[in-house]
């Protein structure tokens, strides 16, 4: 369990240092999005450029320009848009629950941070930025400068090791016998 | 009479979006002390500062500020001469602004969002008649990660309740952000098996002897804090019954994620 704090825009050696079970601070920008968002930027690509960013999936509560909550959402809705997001140069997805590790190996990481932990997380988040906003305060694509965000566990790392994967296996077995 | 429902939905929501009840604190301080895993323990002390940090703010502690569901206790001697559904659906659009909560509620199609946190069906409210002239109103906002875990199943007789619970538990855990509240209806019929679950989290904690095993029997599974493993997969179990036909076995696990937000205001 070494601690990082880094800054994005994320690079290949940031993502490569980075360890299953390591945990990571975020300052800089990061984007949200979830399942509106992704299904637009399917049709149509993304609004900003993700070049090394760390995407968040997120909904959050804001009010006036103001983050008052912002935990994760869970990431397995939007697993089937991983592989074309990470093809953005996305380096970090950042959410709750995980998605299948494969399309990680050799140039992202997959960051949990805790979910349910909504108030928390907007003390380290300000908003800079909205895109896609006709799709409404939790759909919305928000830009945020993050001072510290975190703490976040590394669950897929780029190496292939995936802590959700190895957890759910080990308690089929459990629950098998 | 109109106003003070209307005037403790909204008290009773913004109690349960920025606290959790005491006994829900308190297991998760036990298991925070008990776990053995050190990422699983940062995890549950991360929970216990985020909820510090929404009572003293008096921000949602999640951002997923739920759809309204509400429970109301009213006594048969009690006669109101107004709309009961429309006064606490006038007290969750005033607390969406006043709080503010996360628009959640959209409709089901087209997915467009009232902006309100009500429409058709929202807020949804199960009814309780009890003894006596009074009333209360317990507001329980579900997130829809844990809902989204939820299921039905309609087993054989034959099937053992207990293997289904806990495959699905094994299955699904990492994504209604564990530790959870298990509200397991067995019994009744396809839908009276899903209210019983609901009203198992209601009703929450289990002290059976059968609830407890169950518990016991989902902590080993290992899942752990968030699905990133762990002693903490479960903090509570509670299992309501109803007969059923003797063709069937239907089971309903309700799915409750760690912040088990709920409270109430006693209006009579």
């Given amino acids: ?177 | 009479m109109r106003a003070r429902v209307v005037e403790a939905t909204v008290r009773a929501l913004q109690k349960a979006e920025t606290s959790l009840p005491l006994w829900v604190l308190k297991r998760i301080e036990d298991a925070a002390l008990q776990e053995t895993n050190p990422i699983a323990r940062s995890h549950l002390r991360f929970m216990l500062q985020n909820v510090q940090i929404a009572e003293s703010t008096g921000l949602p502690l999640c951002q997923d500020t739920g759809l309204p569901i509400f429970r109301v206790q009213m006594g048969r001697d009690l006669r109101l001469d107004f709309d009961l559904h429309e006064a606490v659906a006038e007290g969750v659009i005033i607390a969406t602004e006043k709080i503010p909560l996360r628009p959640n509620a959209v409709d089901p199609l087209t997915r467009k969002n009232s902006g309100n946190n009500t429409g058709p069906g929202m807020p949804d409210i199960i009814l309780d008649l009890v003894d006596g002239a009074g009333l209360s109103l317990t507001a329980f906002p579900k997130g829809a990660g844990s809902e989204n875990m939820s299921l039905v199943g309609m087993l054989n007789p034959a099937d053992d309740p207990f293997d289904f619970i806990l495959r699905a538990v094994a299955e699904r855990a990492a994504n209604a952000c564990p530790p959870l509240f298990l509200g397991i209806g067995i019994g009744g019929t396809f839908d009276l098996a899903a209210r019983l679950a609901k009203r198992a989290l209601l009703n929450m904690p289990g002290t059976a002897p059968q609830e407890l095993e169950l518990l016991a029997r989902v902590n080993r599974l290992g899942i752990g804090p968030m699905g990133l493993g762990g002693d903490t997969t479960a903090l509570g179990v509670r299992i309501e019954k109803a007969c059923c036909h003797t063709a069937s076995l239907p089971v309903a696990i309700n799915f409750q994620c760690w912040a088990h937000r709920y409270a109430t205001e006693v209006i009579l």
């Fill in chain 1, 1 to 177: 369990m070494t601690e990082y704090h880094l800054r994005t825009p994320l690079s290949a050696a940031d993502v490569e240092m980075l360890h299953a079970g390591d945990v990571v601070f975020l300052s800089g920008r990061i984007h949200t999005a979830r399942d509106k968002a992704h299904a637009l930027m399917h049709r149509g690509g993304s609004p900003v450029s993700l070049q090394g960013a760390a995407l968040y999936h997120c909904g959050p509560l804001i009010q006036e320009g103001r983050v008052l909550s912002a935990g994760p959402t869970t990431s397995g809705r939007m697993a089937r848009y991983t592989e074309e997001i990470l093809e953005l140069g996305v380096r970090a997805i950042i959410g709750k629950g995980g998605v299948p590790g494969e399309p990680f190996l050799g140039r992202a990481v997959y960051l949990a941070f805790p979910g349910g932990c909504g108030a928390a997380a907007a003390l380290r988040l300000k908003v800079c930025g909205a895109y896609l906003q006709e799709l409404g305060m939790a759909e919305s694509m928000w830009e945020f400068e993050a001072d510290n965000f975190g703490p976040m566990i590394v669950a897929i790392d780029a190496h292939g090791k995936d802590l959700y994967r190895d957890v759910k296996e080990s308690a089929q077995k459990t629950w098998k016998h």
